[in-house]
């Protein structure tokens, strides 16, 4: 007896389309799953680490990146960490950063200049924190205290330098002038506040009169620029993350 595939046709069509249906909902489903997971990571992790970048940027723009006191980098990428480590689309180990959640082919494409650009920031600010807390009184040119007392006398009509606390003192002049960090010292003593205020040009001057302090300044600035082209390139890259988002209706 003949096969009647005509009979069968409505109940192959019917599987067919089921199957079918299957498929375009399931698409659906995860459709929906990357565009909630795109708001999510848009409005939580992009912001806060775009949120950061420009807090950063700000420290250092205004010339308040160091601490006094205990001479030491204020500049910390604990924040980036702490944001990378709550994700659960981020990995941080030994300090490389890799991409967890790889749903999202909008976001693979940009998660990877991210991390790039947090691993360059955190080497340069590695480096940077080293070098600045790896100073001391030793760093001190020898002549930068006679300069400093001219530097006093010249503006003051006396010499403010006290014996007291000396050293700490010749440091903390010292430390913010190679660092172009002057607005970290905003309290303290009148003296230092006032110098940095009407003559922080003059006082760097007489710390960058030695080869090797001119040196280390320069490899600060640079560092510092390392850092902000980092960051600018961090935010542009989140931005551009957004529009993509948004121009392919994902957000």
């Known amino acids: 007896m003949p096969f009647d595939l005509e009979k069968y046709i409505p109940y192959i069509l019917s599987i067919f389309m089921f199957f079918i249906g299957m498929l375009v909902e399931n698409y659906r489903i995860k459709n929906n799953k990357i565009r909630e997971k795109a708001k999510e990571l848009n409005e939580g ?9 420009k807090k950063t940027k700000l420290q250092i723009d205004e010339m308040q990146y160091i601490s006094v006191g ?35 082919s909008v976001l693979r494409k940009h998660a ?51 014996t007291k606390r000396l050293n700490e003192f010749l440091f903390t002049a010292y430390m913010l002038s190679i660092t172009g960090s002057k607005n970290s010292y905003k309290s303290g003593r009148t003296w230092l506040v006032k110098i940095i205020q009407n003559r922080y040009d003059d006082l760097q001057n007489i710390a960058r009169n030695n080869s090797e302090s001119n040196e280390n300044f320069v490899v600060i600035q640079n560092r510092l620029t390392n850092i902000i082209s980092c960051l600018n390139n961090l935010i542009n890259e989140i931005e551009e993350l ?6 392919k209706h994902i957000i």
Not at 82 to 89: H, N, P, Y
């Open 45 to 53: 992790i992009m912001y806060s680490l775009k949120s950061c970048a």
């Open 112 to 162: 990877k200049v991210i991390i790039q650009n947090l691993e360059n920031f955190n080497s340069e600010l590695l480096y940077l924190k080293n070098m600045i807390e790896n100073f001391s009184e030793s760093n001190i040119p020898h002549n930068f205290e006679e300069d400093l007392r001219d530097l006093l006398k010249n503006e003051f009509g006396k010499d403010c330098l006290e």
């Open 70 to 104: 205990k001479i030491g980098l204020k500049l910390d990428n604990c924040d980036y960490v702490r944001i990378l480590d709550s994700s659960d689309i981020f990995n941080v180990k030994d300090g490389k950063i890799s991409l967890i959640y790889r749903n999202d």
């Open 242 to 247: 957004h529009e993509e988002w948004l121009n």
